[in-house]
């Protein structure tokens, strides 16, 4: 799995940090006194690791539940989760939200409805009446000024992967689509489903060039996006620098039947 590079940049001054004060706090505390285990979590106030002892962590953890739950309870501990290999995937999950929620943030002001709106809305975009205050990758499409389509789509970094979106509404399921990009936050997934299958939010947000499918994101959504070189060429760049084969268009599935 592959936490941001911000994530990862903090990650390694923080545990370099915290290993030279266990290495302090045992030489003072003498041999007498075993130390506890601890395990590295993620605290969602702070956007930092943070460490918790292995015991509480049991009693924190439960990769069946959802790290965002619907509705927040009171007195919600900030640390959401640890940092194990099996919930690396809602990580990348939790990343991808982020950035969805920056491109969100962006289009705020041409859109007729709160940022706080839980309903789901389908609606014409209409083009901003100043769209150099956008990037040009979010400015609306002839097709999002015209045809009606649900809001989420407008938050989706390539115009062109936008109107393929919105042209093949009613032929795939969209709330299965938004699942495996996000959906372990909310709803939970068991551990024998934290494998790699959404999009990778690398950065910018509001540019194709920083994002990244999956292998299992290509097999299943690649259709979608066939013909378009943004999204491949991009996903391709981020899997040459780690040494890993970059896709070809023959990955994608032509369509749903095939």
Not at 54 to 74: C, D, F
Request: proline share 8%; glycine share 6%.
């Amino acid at each position: 799995m592959y936490p941001t590079l911000l994530h990862a940049a903090v990650g390694r001054g923080k545990r370099k940090a915290l290993a030279k004060k266990a290495e302090a706090a045992n030489a003072a505390a003498g041999p007498l006194i075993k130390s506890e285990s601890v395990v590295e979590c993620w605290d969602i106030q702070q956007e930092s690791f943070s460490t918790v002892l292995t015991s509480r962590a049991k009693q924190l953890y439960n990769a069946r539940h959802p790290l965002v739950p619907e509705k927040s309870k009171r007195n919600q501990l900030n640390i959401i989760f640890p940092l194990c290999s099996d919930h690396l995937i809602t990580l990348l999950q939790y990343n991808a939200l982020r950035a969805l929620i920056v491109n969100r943030n962006l289009i705020s002001d041409i859109l007729a409805i709160p940022l706080d709106c839980e309903e789901e809305i389908v609606h014409v975009v209409p083009y901003p009446t100043d769209p150099g205050l956008l990037p040009v990758t979010l400015l609306p499409t002839i097709i999002q000024q015209t045809v009606l389509h649900s809001d989420w789509i407008d938050m989706f970094p390539c115009p062109e992967a936008r109107d393929n979106l919105i042209l093949a509404t009613g032929t795939f399921d969209e709330d299965d689509l938004w699942a495996d990009c996000v959906g372990g936050l909310y709803e939970g997934f068991p551990d024998d489903e934290m494998e790699r299958r959404g999009m990778i939010a690398w950065s910018p947000p509001w540019d194709i060039s920083g994002w990244e499918m999956s292998e299992g994101f290509v097999r299943k959504w690649g259709w979608l996006f066939n013909g378009l070189p943004g999204p491949l060429e991009a996903t391709n760049r981020w899997r040459m620098e780690r040494g890993e084969k970059p896709f070809a268009q023959d990955d994608y599935q032509p369509s749903l039947d095939a």
